[in-house]
């Protein structure tokens, strides 16, 4: 009945949000407009290729609020760099002219009803799935969020790199932990044995390129616009880290939750025991975490890689050239994650063994 209560309560403030966000071009400094009609030709200047459409919206603030524009719009097949707009539809344009001959220009569709319909559902979905979990890992989103920006902002006025990422690093690891699971042995174990994980794979990353040499920065597709060219390894150092720290936090939350549930079922376990029931887990979870890493760093290159190849590219020099820095990502977190594995076995058995009061 309480789950029922909650879905009525949430579905009337998800309502009211949504209308409300419907209405709120008064809070926006750009001009936003609402398509009434939309009129679409094939293009004959571009052989076919592309469509004009003629769009007639009705402005929705500023001084010009309520008249009526007309917009063109140009777009492709492939929407790759261009967009199809339609009927109801809210724009951003830029207006130029005087008022009684008002010109305007597209600059984007205005996104923010969409956005929130899925964040709520997302959100509601969690809250019945998990109840207070739920509730805690959406706290935990916000505060990692709010962490990762405050990090970016110390990057951007100029702190050294890495004495920051070890920093937001180890308050990622100890809040997400700590607001999910709450403090109690097992979330210790998890904390310890996610930040000795995470440093054992820089190490071995500085070890690395100590041997082999640095990867070419210059393939990354921001150095262009940075100005301090020597943090370049640093910043994607970063990457590689942060990147990884999920994985290897959920494979040390699962390790240490497990060996937790082994001692205080059992508190007379022996080690090896404990080590056994762990291994299965552990087994189980290594190859699936993986396979997430390879599916995580490579989908945003698939565009890439099809483009690549459709022009004749071969795969070795597509992998070689054009992703490198996605192939190092992934193997450097597939690495945490094996890493992770023996780390945490070592210290849940260290501190979870004979304990019998766990919380």
């Not at 750009?30 to 402005?59: F, N």
């Not at 970016?152 to 999910?180: D, H, W």
């Not at 071969?314 to 050239?321: L, Y």
Request: aromatic fraction near 10%; hydrophobic fraction near 50%; include cysteine.
């Amino acid at each position: 009945m309480k789950k029922l209560y909650f879905s009525l309560i949430y579905l009337a403030v998800s309502v009211m949000l949504l209308i409300g966000l419907a209405h709120d071009a008064f809070l926006y400094k750009e001009t936003v407009v609402k398509i009434r009609q939309a009129e679409t030709v094939v293009s004959e200047e571009k052989d076919g290729t592309m469509y004009e459409q003629t769009l007639e919206a009705q402005i929705l603030n500023g001084a010009h609020k309520g008249q009526t524009i007309t917009l063109k719009n140009l777009y492709s097949r492939s929407l790759t760099v261009d967009e199809k707009y339609k009927k109801g539809d809210r724009v951003f344009v830029t207006l130029t002219g005087e008022a009684d001959e008002l010109e305007g220009k597209i600059t984007g569709l205005k996104r923010d009803s969409y956005v929130l319909a899925v964040l709520l559902l997302f959100v509601y979905l969690l809250c019945m799935m998990a109840g207070k979990k739920g509730i805690a890992a959406i706290l935990s989103a916000g505060v990692n969020i709010l962490l990762f920006y405050l990090a970016l902002c110390q990057y951007e006025k100029g702190t050294y790199v890495l004495p920051v990422t070890i920093l937001v690093m180890i308050l990622f690891a100890v809040c997400s932990l700590l607001i999910v699971s709450g403090w109690n042995r097992v979330t210790a174990a998890a904390v310890l044995a996610t930040l000795l994980t995470v440093a054992a794979a820089g190490v071995f990353y500085f070890l690395v390129l100590k041997l082999a040499g640095d990867p070419e920065y210059f393939m990354m597709e921001y150095t262009e616009y940075l100005n301090n060219t020597s943090q370049f390894g640093m910043l994607f150092f970063a990457q590689v880290l942060i990147g990884g720290l999920g994985a290897v936090m959920d494979v040390a939350i699962s390790i240490t939750a497990t060996a937790g549930e082994l001692v205080y079922v059992n508190p007379g376990i022996t080690k090896e025991s404990l080590y056994d029931g762990i291994r299965h887990v552990a087994d189980d979870i290594m190859g699936t975490m993986i396979n997430v890493l390879l599916l995580s760093y490579f989908c945003g290159s698939i565009p890439l890689i099809l483009i690549k190849m459709i022009n004749h590219y071969g795969f070795t020099e597509i992998f070689k050239f054009h992703i490198p820095f996605e192939l190092i990502q992934f193997l450097m977190g597939s690495i945490a994650i094996l890493i992770s594995i023996p780390i945490s076995l070592a210290v849940s058995v260290r501190l979870l063994k004979g304990k019998e009061e766990l919380a």
